[in-house]
Structure formats: C-alpha cells, structure tokens
C-alpha cells in the first residue's frame, strides 16, 4: 500500500518539486532567532494553526524497518546513546513518562485509508562510512549519494535498498561539513531521487554539532555565543558552575541529536514526501508537526524557555525515559487531537 500511494503521489508532485528543488527549505530545526529570540508560544493555541491533510502517505506500514548510515568516524558511546533512542520508541517497557508516550503523539496522525503512522519502528542495519565516500563537506544533494553508497551490493555490510517499508538516518560525524549546518539547520528530511539511488524512499540527516555548534544545535546543553541574552532560568542548574543544563547522557553533541533526530524522524513519519501532513499552502516550504513546537520540552516552554521537565541530582534535564535506564530530552510535537503542542510530560 505505502508503495503504491508513493508511486500515485510521486507522479504528480515529483517534477514539481524537482524543478523548484528548494529542500533547503523543508525542514527548519532549530533556527536560532526562531528558538531563542521568538516569543510566539504555541503551547496552548489553536488558533494560530492551520495544520492540515494534503492526501499524501504517512509511514502506516507494520513495522518500518530504520537503516542507520554512520558517515565519519564515530565514538562508540555516543553511538550507543543514539541506538538506545531508536530502540525506546517501540518499547513499552520504560517507565511513563515514556519515548514511547511521546511518539503516541505522531501516532495520531494518519493517511486517507485511517490508517495511523505505526509504532513498530524496527532497527533493521547499520552501515559504517569511515572512509568518508563522498568527502568531508557534503552538499545536501550528497546525502541521497551517501544512501546509494551504503546499499552497493558489493560493500562490505551493505545495506538493503527497502523501497516498500524502508527509511534511512544518515549521521554525519563531529568532523564532517554539511551544507547549512550550524547556520540554517541541525537537520532535514526528505525522499531520494531515482535518479541518484535507484528508488524512492524516505531518509532524514541528522549531525553531531558538539564541536561545531553546540549552542545552535545542542540547546539546551549549551548556550548559543551571539545569542545577545543569558541563560533563561529555567536551563539553569544549580549544581552546574557553567549555569546550563547537564545533558542526560554525559554529551551535549550526542544528547543535543537526540531531540533533533526525534524530530526529524516525526516529520518524516507523518510528511514523507511533502504532501502529507504540514501547515502553509507551499509544499517546498512547509511547517511541519515538530516545526510548530521547536524548543518546548514542558509545560509553558516557548520563546526560549524549554518549559517544565525533570532534573536529576547533577542537574540533568530530561522529560522521557527509555531503554536500559535512559533518560532523553525531546521536543514535544503538535498533537491533532488538542490542537496544542504536547508531550507525555505535560501537566495538563
């Protein structure tokens, strides 16, 4: 079915979208004068929100199968702390609040069959590109290259090329460049080209900033240096000489791509080819469902307040938990159903 609907959609938007090729646009995570500087809070508006249908497929398929690409030279901590994410969205072993509660939320939206986006989300292989095969600065086009490279049937650990319930997570390293990273965005989604790949699929790149931009990409583990203001109070810890938030899992790159990732993979779920779930009439330009809620983690987050999560004694801040005793920071998402952001978390 999912194929199919793909097939159906790409006929008509796919050379649209192509001649516009404006991706540059479609996923705007954690712009700074957006997260630090905006004081729109759409926490508990309604009617500010045009959200709607636009008839495309969302990920309803049981379960969808998640390639993750390594491109660079990875810490082995850090990929573990990533892994651990991955596995807690279908895990319902974790205490509430959960990964899983929050994905609940992205769970609620659907295609026009009703069908809801699945919370069978399976890690399905993982390729390794420490040889860095498209380079070291990487266009955004370069992300679908990469894709292609890691499906060779001839590689070593290839993976496969899963057009039917696939989607792939390309992680670029510390020491890789990619276009608009840490000045324009942390991260993006998107579909790949037959013409590069071979088939459509979905994908999203997400990069580790902790050396690069931690203060852009890693908020609210770090504070951005041209931001003009002082830590907001409430990223404050009292037991932290630096007056920022203690990430949960002792990184501020790796747990700062947590919520990035988080909500790349929602907006993916729910708008794999730009023709699903997004408000504004412009399909190369839309806000999505993790957009509308960029920097609330809590109850009255907004403007540059994260809002209300839990602190551990060290002064870490988290509002999930996952496998093995995790704790993550993640964005809330927009909920259809309340018309508000919202996340397990809540108070309300």
């Known amino acids: 079915m999912m194929q199919k609907l793909i097939q159906y ?3 008509i938007n796919f050379l649209i979208l192509l001649s516009c090729f404006c991706f540059s646009s479609l996923s705007f995570s954690y712009i700074p004068n957006r997260q630090f500087n905006q004081a729109v809070n759409f926490e508990g508006s309604s009617d500010l929100i045009d959200l709607r249908y636009h008839m495309g497929p969302v990920l ?11 491109y660079g030279h990875w810490n082995p901590t850090h990929q573990s702390i990533i892994r651990d994410f991955l596995y807690s969205i279908s895990s319902f072993s974790s205490h509430h609040p959960s990964v899983s509660d929050w994905w ?3 769970r609620l939206y659907t295609d026009q069959t009703g069908s809801n986006i699945t919370g069978n989300l399976h890690l399905s292989g993982e390729f390794h590109d420490s040889t860095y095969s498209q380079g070291g600065y990487l266009s955004r086009l370069s992300i679908q290259s990469i894709i292609k ?13 899963n057009p039917h319930n696939g989607i792939y997570l390309v992680l670029t390293s510390s020491d890789v460049q990619v276009q608009d990273f840490c000045r324009a965005v942390c991260g993006f989604h998107y579909f790949t ?22 203060g852009m990409c890693a908020y609210p583990f770090a504070w951005p240096d041209n931001s003009g203001k002082p830590p907001r109070s409430d990223t404050v810890s009292v037991n932290n000489n630096n007056n920022i938030m203690r990430p949960p899992n002792g990184d501020v790159g790796a747990d700062g791509m947590i919520s990035v990732i988080g909500h790349e993979l929602a907006e993916v779920f729910s708008n794999p080819l730009v023709n699903a779930w997004y408000a504004g009439e412009d399909p190369t330009a839309p806000t999505e469902i993790a957009d509308l809620c960029m920097g609330v983690y809590g109850t009255g987050g ?10 551990d004694a060290w002064g870490s801040g988290y509002n999930v938990k996952g496998v093995r005793g995790r704790r993550f920071l993640v964005q809330w998402v ?3 159903a309340r018309r508000r952001c919202f996340g397990p978390n809540a108070l309300d």
């Open 334 to 336: 927009w909920n259809p």
């Open 193 to 214: 080209f037959p013409t590069i790949v071979g088939v459509t699929v979905p994908y999203a790149w997400v990069g580790y900033s902790g050396t690069q931009c931690p």
């Open 9 to 11: 959609c790409l006929m």
């Open 149 to 161: 490279n890691a499906v060779v049937p001839h590689h070593a650990g290839a993976l496969p090329l």
């Open 60 to 70: 309803a398929s049981s379960p969808i199968n998640l390639y993750i690409i390594w």
């Open 302 to 311: 907004g403007g540059g307040y994260v809002g209300k999560v839990e602190r």
């Open 104 to 106: 609940s939320t992205v």
